[in-house]
């Protein structure tokens, strides 16, 4: 069974705190990504990265930074949290050929506020 | 930027009726998918229909892609109370790339 975790469900942290949020996939996958999920937008575009120690920035970058050590593990770094990062997080993966059915499979989420 | 917008933004139904969602687009893809998400919960695929295709069926999902239009429906027959969430198409520029998602549907099936 294909699995993409998050390292919390729900996170409250508060302004200026430096926040961590991990993903771990064990499908071997090369591509992995980091949405924010708000009311009325969908899912919006944060980092990606196609392979490990790279990166390549979204929609919504500003903010936010990312780290990919191994190939399983992609995280998400809030350098100073702010009020307007309060949100639902969704990391995803997918292999680099995009499979028979080029689907993303995603984690959970990680609800996040920031007070 | 999103890519895809979706509607109606919410709909609402009896069991057993069918649900009908559109999806429009801005840019050429490779590909477009549905997703649905249950309440709190992360993303599940549904659909995958390639430009190059026109209709294709999944059980009781039946997704079409009209791409002079750029436009997609998804319609669900004999709706369940299960299929309560909301729906999302994405859209992808390439195989394994990048997802860019619509705002997405909720749909309410009331047993």
């Known amino acids: 069974d294909v699995k993409v975790t998050q390292s919390s469900r729900y996170l409250v942290k508060r302004t200026g705190e430096k926040v961590f949020l991990e993903c771990v996939q064990d499908m071997d996958h090369e591509n992995m990504f980091w949405y924010r999920q708000d009311p009325g937008l969908g899912l919006r575009l944060i980092y990606f990265?196609?392979?490990?120690?790279?990166?390549e920035k979204g929609d919504i970058p500003e903010g936010y930074s990312v780290s990919r050590e191994k190939k399983e593990r992609f995280s998400l770094i809030l350098e100073s949290a702010s009020t307007n990062q309060t949100s639902m997080y969704l990391c995803?993966?997918?292999?680099?050929?995009?499979?028979?059915?080029?689907?993303?499979?995603f984690g959970p989420g990680t609800r996040l506020t920031v007070l | 930027s999103q890519q895809g917008e979706e509607d109606p933004q919410a709909l609402s139904i009896q069991e057993g009726e069918n649900a009908t969602m559109n999806c429009s687009y801005k840019t050429s893809i490779n590909n477009l998918q549905w997703y649905r998400q249950n309440s709190g919960r992360g993303l599940v695929h549904l659909i995958l229909i390639r430009s190059n295709e026109r209709e294709k069926h999944s059980g009781r999902l039946r997704v079409t892609l009209d791409t002079s239009k750029k436009s997609s429906s998804l319609l669900i027959t004999a709706s369940r109370a299960a299929d309560t969430a909301s729906y999302f198409c994405a859209t992808s520029k390439a195989a394994g790339n990048k997802l860019t998602f619509g705002g997405g549907t909720r749909v309410l099936v009331k047993p």
């Open positions: 990265s196609y392979d490990v120690k790279m990166k």
């Open positions: 995803a993966s997918i292999t680099s050929a995009g499979g028979p059915s080029n689907e993303q499979f």
